[in-house]
Each structure stands twice: as structure tokens, then as C-alpha cells.
């Protein structure tokens, strides 16, 4: 991938963010009111906010079950107006710095895992233009910090691959896994990462192997620990007034209705939806297309891992890399899925942190049905189709507001 194409991406990426900054109406984020009031109260009381203390505040919907780490970054920033509105809009530029750098940190993780044609490209057109993801690393919310933070951890580890694994870059490892989870819950993602790289560099279970692990549990453990426990002791919850946030969703007994509409609700909201509930979609038959690319590179995926897994094929990256953007991946599978047997909100966006795996094996599976002959225009083709969802984005929500 030439240099050329990183910056239309980041440029093409960064004008489509400011665009749809402007175009979603204020508070017409998901959650941003919530997102806000929680920056606010910090801004305000100097400390954590606690439910508790807002008789005036619904429960329901609240966003202070999440963890702190965004907020605090946050809170400094609306300091300088004191209108909610001109808040909002410095969190949204805030959000858009944020996806910014870690584009920046994808690129160069690209180079670091030698990633090659037309694989690369892809990645960075997934990242830079997939529409769901505009819309939400344009607004104010802690999503983004949460996807630009676990690139940045999946560049360090891919880095340790191969290098020495001392205990003080081990340390940095735990602090990083640690300020994801201290984002967003999902950051817990990484810890299987973690244990994998452990085990991938002791060679083995062996008493190093359980003298690193032991270190590394423990320091995340204390770096994140702080947090679950003024949860249990403020609301009896080690995850914080989530109940109360979550008390009007649907409960739907768990079953194969309950699975279908998980992924029914995933797959619409990964690839194209806007407003406060992820309610505004585009056209039927966009879905309907984007349904065929959905099925067949994950169909093509699995045919590939089986091949390499019998040793009859390649895959285009080093194993080792291979095999931790796959845990990586499987690890936020189960945790969407384990989320929503007992909170039925089937997003897409909570698998973003995955989002660079996501792409990469998405391109991977399109490949195996393509002709080789078609294979180097897949990245053209593919920024093609994530341009033309956004126009489509661009006029549905022009017309809904």
C-alpha cells in the first residue's frame, strides 16, 4: 500500500467524520446525552459521579456503570463552555482526534505484522469509512477510546511477538489492558492475548510461564481492581448501576428467537445505522447486498483456517500474529453474545474492538471467492462500496431530520 493511499484514506476518513459531526443532530448520538452528563458531573464534583446522589436523573439509560478513564480525559476538555451544546461538540471533536490516532497506530501495525496486499488496503478502508463507525467515532461517546486503545494494545503485543518479554514490558502490557478495560469493560478482551503471548514466548507451561502470568494478573488486577470494588460499595454491583441502566430493555427468554435476533441486530448495526437508537437505517436492499457479504467471506474464512489448520494452505500474515488477532476476535464474540443473554442490546459497535481482525479476515474469506484476477482491484472495489454506504447515510439522514 503506497503512501498515497494511507493519506486518502485518513483525509477521505477525517471529512466524512466532520461531515456527519455537523449532520446528527445534537444529543442524536447514541447515548450522548448520558455520555456528557457523566464528563459533566466529574467537571463539577471533582470525583466519580454516583446515581445516587441525582434524584432528578432517570436510571434508566445512564452511563455510569461505564468505566472512568474516557470521562476523566473528557472532563478537563468541556471546562472551556460552559454550554452543554459547545461541550458536545468539543467531545465530538475529541472523538474524531481520538479515531485519528488510531488510524495513525493501524498503519503502523500493518507494517509491524507485514501485512500485504490487498489485505492492507481493506483494513484501512474498514477503519477509515465503515459507516457505523463514522457515525460513532463521531459523536461523544467512549467507543472510540476503546477501539484506538485496543489497536494500540494489539501493536504492542505484535511487537513483543517478537522481542525479549521482560517483566517491565510485560508491566507496560498490563497498563495498557488495563486503561482499555478501564475505558470500556470490553477491554477484558485482551487478557486471553495476554496469556496466549505469555505462553507463546516461555514456550510452554513452565515455572517462567506461571511466574509471568502470576505478575501480570496481579498488576492488572490492582491497576483495575479500584473500580469493581467502588462499584460493589456504591451500588452493591461489581459492574456498577448497570441494572438500573438496562431495566427497560426487552427481556427475551434465552433460545434460537434470542440468537437470531442478536445477530439480526449486530449485523445491522456493524455495517450501517444511525440515531440514538441505531433506529435510522439505510435502504432494504443495501442489507440485502451487504447480508451476501457478510455470509460468504465468513463461509470463505472458516474454509481457509480449516486449510491451514490441515496444513494445505497459507495464511498471509505470520501465525503468531495470526493467531492473537483471532483470539482477540473469539474472545469478543463470546463476550457480545454472553452480554446479550443477560442484556438483550445486540450492537456492532461492541465489536469494534476487533475491528482490525474483523476486516482482515472479512478480506481473507472474499478472497477465496474472488478470481485471482479480480483479487487487485478488491481494494478499490471495497472503498467503492464504503463511499457509496455513506452517500446512501449521508441522504437517509438528511431526509430523516
Given at each position: 500500500?503506497?503512501?498515497?493511499t494511507?493519506?486518502?484514506?485518513?483525509?477521505?476518513?477525517?471529512?466524512?467524520?466532520?461531515?456527519?459531526?455537523?449532520?446528527?443532530?445534537?444529543?442524536?448520538?447514541?447515548?450522548?446525552?448520558?455520555?456528557?452528563?457523566y464528563?459533566q458531573?466529574?467537571?463539577?464534583?471533582?470525583k466519580?459521579?454516583n446515581?445516587?446522589n441525582?434524584?432528578?436523573?432517570?436510571?434508566?439509560?445512564?452511563?455510569?456503570?461505564?468505566?472512568?478513564?474516557?470521562?476523566?480525559?473528557?472532563?478537563p476538555?468541556?471546562?472551556?463552555?460552559?454550554?452543554?451544546?459547545?461541550?458536545?461538540?468539543?467531545?465530538?471533536?475529541?472523538?474524531?482526534?481520538?479515531?485519528?490516532?488510531?488510524?495513525?497506530?493501524?498503519?503502523?501495525?500493518i507494517?509491524?505484522?507485514?501485512?500485504?496486499?490487498?489485505?492492507?488496503?481493506?483494513?484501512?478502508?474498514?477503519?477509515?469509512?465503515?459507516?457505523?463507525?463514522?457515525?460513532?467515532?463521531?459523536?461523544?461517546?467512549?467507543?472510540?477510546?476503546?477501539?484506538?486503545?485496543?489497536?494500540?494494545?494489539?501493536?504492542?503485543?505484535?511487537?513483543?511477538?517478537?522481542?525479549?518479554l521482560?517483566?517491565?514490558?510485560?508491566?507496560?502490557?498490563?497498563?495498557?489492558?488495563?486503561?482499555?478495560?478501564?475505558?470500556?469493560?470490553?477491554?477484558?478482551?485482551?487478557?486471553?492475548?495476554?496469556?496466549?503471548?505469555?505462553?507463546?514466548?516461555?514456550?510452554?507451561i513452565?515455572?517462567?510461564?506461571?511466574?509471568?502470568?502470576?505478575?501480570f494478573?496481579?498488576?492488572?488486577?490492582?491497576?483495575?481492581?479500584?473500580?469493581?470494588l467502588?462499584?460493589?460499595?456504591?451500588y452493591?454491583?461489581?459492574?456498577g448501576?448497570?441494572?438500573?441502566?438496562?431495566?427497560?430493555?426487552?427481556?427475551?427468554?434465552?433460545?434460537?428467537?434470542?440468537l437470531?435476533?442478536?445477530?439480526?441486530?449486530?449485523?445491522?448495526?456493524?455495517?450501517?445505522?444511525?440515531?440514538?437508537?441505531?433506529?435510522?437505517?439505510?435502504?432494504l436492499?443495501?442489507?440485502?447486498?451487504?447480508?451476501?457479504?457478510?455470509?460468504?467471506?465468513?463461509?470463505?474464512?472458516?474454509?481457509?483456517?480449516?486449510?491451514?489448520?490441515?496444513?494445505?494452505?497459507?495464511?498471509?500474515?505470520?501465525?503468531?500474529?495470526?493467531?492473537?488477532?483471532?483470539?482477540?476476535?473469539?474472545?469478543?464474540?463470546?463476550?457480545?453474545?454472553?452480554?446479550?443473554?443477560?442484556?438483550?442490546?445486540?450492537l456492532?459497535?461492541y465489536?469494534?474492538?476487533?475491528?482490525?481482525?474483523?476486516?482482515l479476515?472479512?478480506?481473507?474469506?472474499?478472497?477465496?471467492?474472488?478470481?485471482?484476477?479480480?483479487?487487485?482491484?478488491?481494494?478499490?472495489?471495497?472503498?467503492?462500496?464504503?463511499?457509496?454506504l455513506?452517500?446512501?447515510?449521508?441522504?437517509?439522514?438528511?431526509?430523516?431530520?
Amino acid at each position: 500500500m503506497t503512501k498515497n493511499t494511507f493519506v486518502f484514506l485518513a483525509v477521505t476518513g477525517l471529512i466524512l467524520r466532520i461531515i456527519f459531526s455537523f449532520l446528527i443532530p445534537n444529543f442524536k448520538g447514541n447515548d450522548e446525552p448520558a455520555h456528557l452528563r457523566y464528563a459533566q458531573h466529574i467537571t463539577a464534583e471533582k470525583k466519580l459521579p454516583n446515581l445516587h446522589n441525582y434524584p432528578t436523573e432517570s436510571p434508566a439509560g445512564n452511563e455510569y456503570f461505564q468505566p472512568p478513564f474516557y470521562y476523566t480525559l473528557l472532563a478537563p476538555l468541556i471546562t472551556l463552555n460552559d454550554n452543554p451544546s459547545l461541550q458536545l461538540h468539543i467531545a465530538r471533536v475529541v472523538s474524531i482526534i481520538i479515531w485519528a490516532v488510531g488510524f495513525c497506530f493501524a498503519f503502523k501495525l500493518i507494517s509491524i505484522i507485514n501485512l500485504p496486499q490487498p489485505h492492507n488496503t481493506v483494513v484501512l478502508a474498514f477503519l477509515a469509512l465503515l459507516p457505523t463507525y463514522i457515525a460513532n467515532s463521531s459523536t461523544a461517546n467512549n467507543d472510540t477510546l476503546t477501539t484506538t486503545l485496543s489497536i494500540i494494545t494489539f501493536l504492542y503485543v505484535a511487537k513483543l511477538l517478537s522481542q525479549e518479554l521482560t517483566f517491565v514490558k510485560l508491566l507496560a502490557l498490563s497498563t495498557l489492558i488495563s486503561l482499555t478495560i478501564l475505558t470500556k469493560i470490553t477491554g477484558v478482551i485482551f487478557l486471553p492475548a495476554a496469556i496466549w503471548l505469555i505462553y507463546f514466548k516461555t514456550k510452554g507451561i513452565n515455572r517462567k510461564f506461571i511466574t509471568n502470568t502470576a505478575l501480570f494478573i496481579a498488576s492488572t488486577t490492582l491497576l483495575t481492581g479500584w473500580w469493581f470494588l467502588y462499584n460493589f460499595l456504591t451500588y452493591q454491583n461489581y459492574l456498577g448501576p448497570i441494572d438500573a441502566s438496562t431495566s427497560t430493555f426487552t427481556n427475551i427468554p434465552p433460545g434460537a428467537y434470542k440468537l437470531y435476533l442478536i445477530l439480526r441486530g449486530t449485523f445491522f448495526t456493524f455495517w450501517a445505522a444511525y440515531g440514538p437508537a441505531n433506529q435510522i437505517r439505510l435502504p432494504l436492499f443495501t442489507y440485502i447486498f451487504l447480508l451476501v457479504l457478510t455470509i460468504f467471506p465468513i463461509l470463505g474464512f472458516c474454509l481457509s483456517l480449516y486449510k491451514v489448520l490441515r496444513k494445505k494452505a497459507k495464511m498471509p500474515i505470520n501465525k503468531k500474529y495470526f493467531y492473537t488477532l483471532l483470539i482477540v476476535l473469539s474472545t469478543n464474540i463470546f463476550l457480545l453474545l454472553a452480554f446479550n443473554i443477560h442484556q438483550h442490546q445486540p450492537l456492532g459497535r461492541y465489536l469494534y474492538p476487533s475491528l482490525f481482525s474483523i476486516a482482515l479476515f472479512w478480506s481473507i474469506g472474499l478472497n477465496i471467492f474472488l478470481p485471482k484476477r479480480i483479487h487487485k482491484y478488491l481494494p478499490k472495489l471495497v472503498i467503492t462500496l464504503l463511499l457509496c454506504l455513506n452517500f446512501l447515510g449521508v441522504i437517509t439522514l438528511t431526509n430523516h431530520y
